[in-house]
């Protein structure tokens, strides 16, 4: 049983179930609460909800934090200064604290049989509700609490409470109806299972199984970001793996799914490669993808790359094309990036080589935006021994340092150069 936390159990006249958790102030960001607060004293009900509330709960410090209120946008941006409405379809306010970021969404409900959607003004994505109304349209129902932090209530109405206490992903309400209304909430639900390391409630997935095909009708760009958070997980290979099991990973990435089915060899080769990254994470999107892309490319080539590998034959690889364009979503220059980084990460081997250059080479060896790439990917998969990995990590930084100097001077070593006065020619006009 994982217990997370403290609170008293209380029931309401409408059944719904309030608890109040003891909770450290500590854990919860000022800004948010500050936000709260601001609304609650203008009368408007206030609350934390989501994600934020979900890892209060389990005793982890939440990344993000959506606010819901029955505050109108324009009301919200009246009073809580710095905040910005923004949205075309779906409106809501975003509120900026220094480097920081708050989306504060007014409750939303669906759409009532006898209503016509041409009739509402918002449209269908911006028909205001209740919190209870609100919280039954999200996910997971440990997606679904909110938290009042002024009172210190939380409110469940999706009984919530005993998934948490159990670890389980349940859907709010039926599951195949869920995923067919939007089908990323399948990839979202085993991103979920891994990163809390809670299981996939049974009809949940069958719901799965049964409905994966409809990721191939779902956009591209929605796709490739629910990749990424993938491969942000504290193991990135465990996703991939669920997806395989489940029936996904065909319509999510057929060319990893051959791998996995036709070269099962090959397969696990390519997700221990892909494990390797759990301890020293990437975080740009060219750096993820990077990683996916390096791991399915050693798998494939018995764990080397040539010396000889050119940045071209990645991006020419017939094999590779599909995955970077059409399952992945890579942008051109993400796709450059990479298989200039891929290229370098080759040439890190010819240590001595790179010794008998002259200081000028060896710095337009190391001042590009590859190497800085090629230098983290060797590092997460072992590629070189320790000392060849300190003498290039101590060369980078050197170098970079003497670039970024001379760059700052102004002088001929990296500023820009002075241009040579042309001797006048004899009897040429001069100027009076």
């Given at each position: 049983m994982f217990i997370y936390g403290h609170y008293a159990w209380v029931t309401s006249e409408t059944q719904t179930q309030l608890i109040t958790p003891q909770l450290n102030e500590e854990f919860i960001d000022p800004n948010a609460l500050q936000i709260v607060r601001a609304l609650k004293q203008r009368g408007f009900s206030t609350y934390l909800v989501g994600g934020c509330v979900r890892d209060l709960l389990l005793g982890k410090h939440p990344k993000d934090y959506d606010i819901a209120t029955n505050a109108r946008p324009q009301d919200i941006r009246r009073l809580v200064h710095n905040s910005f409405i923004i949205g075309k379809r779906f409106r809501l306010v975003l509120v900026k604290r220094g480097e920081s970021q708050y989306e504060v969404a007014t409750f939303r409900r669906d759409l009532r049989p006898n209503e016509n959607v041409e009739e509402l003004p918002g449209g269908i994505d911006n028909i205001f509700g209740t919190p209870e109304e609100d919280a039954r349209r999200r996910d997971f129902t440990i997606n679904g609490l909110f938290y009042d932090p002024v009172q210190g209530k939380l409110i469940d109405f999706v009984d919530a409470a005993s998934d948490l206490e159990h670890g389980i992903i349940r859907m709010i309400g039926e599951p195949e109806v869920r995923l067919a209304e939007d089908p990323i909430r399948i990839l979202r639900g085993i991103r979920l299972a891994h990163m809390i390391r809670f299981a996939l409630e049974p009809s949940l997935r069958e719901g799965i199984k049964k409905l994966a095909d409809r990721l191939s009708g779902t956009a591209l760009p929605r796709r490739r970001e629910e990749i990424l958070k993938f491969l942000r997980l504290e193991d990135p290979s465990q996703p991939f793996i669920t997806c395989y099991d489940l029936g996904v990973l065909p319509f999510l990435s057929p060319t990893i799914n051959h791998l996995l089915h036709s070269e099962p060899v090959l397969g696990e080769e390519f997700l221990r490669h892909l494990a390797n990254f759990h301890d020293k994470a990437l975080e740009t999107p060219t750096e993820l993808f990077s990683g996916l892309v390096l791991s399915y490319y050693l798998s494939k080539h018995a764990g080397e790359i040539s010396d000889r590998l050119r940045a071209h034959d990645i991006l020419e690889d017939k094999a590779l094309i599909p995955l970077l364009r059409d399952?992945?979503?890579?942008?051109?220059?993400?796709?450059?990036?990479?298989?200039?980084?891929?290229?370098?990460?080759?040439?890190?081997?010819?240590?001595?080589?790179?010794?008998?250059?002259?200081?000028?080479?060896?710095?337009?060896?190391?001042?590009?935006?590859?190497?800085?790439?090629?230098?983290?990917?060797?590092?997460?998969?072992?590629?070189?021994?320790?000392?060849?990995l300190h003498y290039w990590h101590g060369e980078f930084d050197r170098l970079r340092s003497h670039h970024s100097r001379s760059s700052g001077s102004g002088g001929a070593a990296g500023g820009r150069r002075r241009r040579r006065r042309r001797p006048r020619r004899p009897g040429a006009p001069t100027a009076e």
């Open positions: 399952e992945l979503g890579m942008f051109k220059s993400e796709q450059t990036h990479m298989a200039k980084a891929l290229q370098t990460l080759a040439l890190l081997r010819r240590r001595k080589d790179f010794e008998t250059r002259g200081e000028r080479r060896r710095a337009a060896f190391v001042n590009t935006d590859s190497f800085g790439l090629a230098l983290k990917l060797a590092d997460r998969i072992h590629w070189l021994k320790p000392d060849d």
